[in-house]
């Protein structure tokens, strides 16, 4: 069977032959598909992953009992709800299958009501367990074909553009909205390009400060420096050869733009106190989340600076734009969830898919990865309607930094080191939210 059919089947098994056609034709007046047998044998046939129905059936038979079919049926698929009939001495029983896997059991005699309420629950379990496989097949062979995973039209078109900029040794500005992976994008280019086997060495613009950056990304020679007396190479050499990330670049203060341009335009490093400068042979990626030609005349970034990054251009699509990538990136991001929480048995319900789907996550793939993340926490938090962006950003922020938290007993190191950014923004972060790491040791 296909279609809404095969997910309304019933495979009934009643070796009682008067009470099998009466539960069966209950079955069919209630709207659904049945296959009766008289013995467990022949119906363990179609019992397969692929079967989208449930299975009823009394627990003392000949032959193979209740027991031994629920068995036999977990072996195949333990996802295949077995709702088993036991007279009123086998109660006992049916609590110890149920500790065995079984969905559930009615004791005879059973109301029609009765019967047809537990069948459609199972049915509606089943529904979404196959639904929760599709999902995650689909998203499976999306993993395996790209980390930028999605079958919409404008992921598709992201992955062929990388694909072909990876082999080019040319500069690449990667603009997009937060969250939507602009360094998983540049990773991508550097992975796929001919500088694979060199370095790749990501600067986070942001957390630059003035004052120690010359040293941080030129690095200084012997004895240049207070309180030290060896060299220091700098991040900048360290990439000689291979895939220098300027990630969000637009937050680079003027001083630093200035100094940058230099190495962009001569690819050349001058080390503090070193007599010479230094060659380089990189290629150059920076991101931006906001539009770094407007911000030439709106916020004063540099003009040459910005003709030099914008070579080429990569937009990333905000989720929105994305079709029904959110809810193929939903089901990978609950698989990981499940694996790290302990939540094996979650199933993604109707609820979470209509959210999923309705929503336009400003946050992008970051906020969505939260989201599942919380959901099986069961402590996501719900936010008022009205909330505007910087509200749920802080929102899930929060979450996640009291989740990394919760997992690490209050180490701060540990957190950190599971959260991926800087000490200093960790703490600035904990500040504004107003989060206690002590709170959450032991």
């Known amino acids: 069977m296909t279609g809404s059919a095969s997910r309304l089947e019933i495979i009934l098994i009643e070796d009682d032959h008067d009470l099998r056609l009466a539960t069966a034709q209950s079955f069919g007046l209630a709207g659904f598909n049945v296959r009766a047998f008289a013995g467990a044998e022949a119906a363990l046939a179609l019992a397969t992953p692929s079967f989208e129905g449930v299975v009823v059936s009394d627990i ?6 209740g027991f031994q079919l629920l068995s036999a049926v977990r072996a195949v698929d333990p996802e295949v709800p077995v709702i088993l009939i036991t007279g009123h001495g086998d109660v006992p029983m049916a609590v110890a ?8 059991f009615l004791t005879k005699p059973f109301s029609v009501d009765h019967l047809t309420l537990a069948v459609s629950r199972a049915l509606e379990r089943r529904r979404l367990v196959i639904e929760n496989r599709q999902l995650r097949a689909v998203a499976e062979a999306g993993e395996a074909a790209s980390p930028l995973i999605g079958n919409s039209r404008a992921i598709t078109q992201l992955r062929a553009q990388i694909q072909r900029l ?15 992976g602009k360094e998983l994008a540049a990773l991508m280019l550097h992975r796929q390009g001919p500088r694979r086997q060199k370095p790749f060495v990501a600067i986070d613009c942001p957390t630059l400060d003035d004052a120690t950056a010359a040293i941080e990304l030129f690095g200084h020679a012997a ?6 007396r060896l060299a220091r190479t700098g991040l900048i050499v360290e990439a000689n050869g291979g895939t220098l990330l300027l990630d969000d670049i637009d937050a ?3 001083d630093l733009q200035t100094k940058l341009l230099r190495v962009i335009e001569e690819r050349e490093v ?8 230094e060659a380089v042979t990189i290629r150059i990626i920076a991101t931006s989340k906001s539009d770094l030609r407007a911000s030439v005349d709106r916020d004063g970034f540099r003009a040459d600076l910005y003709h030099r990054l914008a070579t080429t251009h990569l937009r990333l699509p905000p989720l929105r734009e994305r079709e029904s990538d959110a809810m193929i990136l939903y089901a990978i991001f609950v698989e990981q969830a499940k694996a790290q929480l ?11 898919r209509r959210h999923v789907l309705a929503y336009e996550w ?3 793939v970051r906020e969505l990865r939260n989201y599942a993340f919380g959901t099986l926490l069961g402590d996501m938090a719900v936010l008022p309607d009205d909330t505007d962006l910087r509200g749920r950003v802080a929102a899930f922020e929060k979450q996640l930094i009291s989740n990394a938290l919760k997992a690490t007993k209050g180490n701060v190191s540990a957190a950190i080191k599971e959260l991926k950014i800087p000490r200093k923004t960790f703490y600035e972060k904990v500040g504004r939210l107003s989060i206690d790491p002590a709170s959450f040791r032991p």
Not at 97 to 104: H, P, S, V
Not at 166 to 180: C, K, M, P, R
């Open 223 to 228: 004895d240049v420096v207070p309180h030290t």
């Open 97 to 104: 299958a149920m500790k065995e896997g079984a969905y559930d």
């Open 252 to 254: 680079l203060s003027p």
């Open 362 to 364: 400003p946050g992008n």
């Open 166 to 180: 990876a082999q080019a040794s040319i500069d690449v500005l990667i603009e997009g909205e937060t969250g939507t």
């Open 342 to 352: 302990g939540r094996p048995d979650h199933v993604i319900g109707d609820a979470e």
């Open 270 to 277: 001058h080390p503090l106190g070193a007599p010479r400068p």
């Open 60 to 65: 003392r038979m000949p032959r193979m009992d």
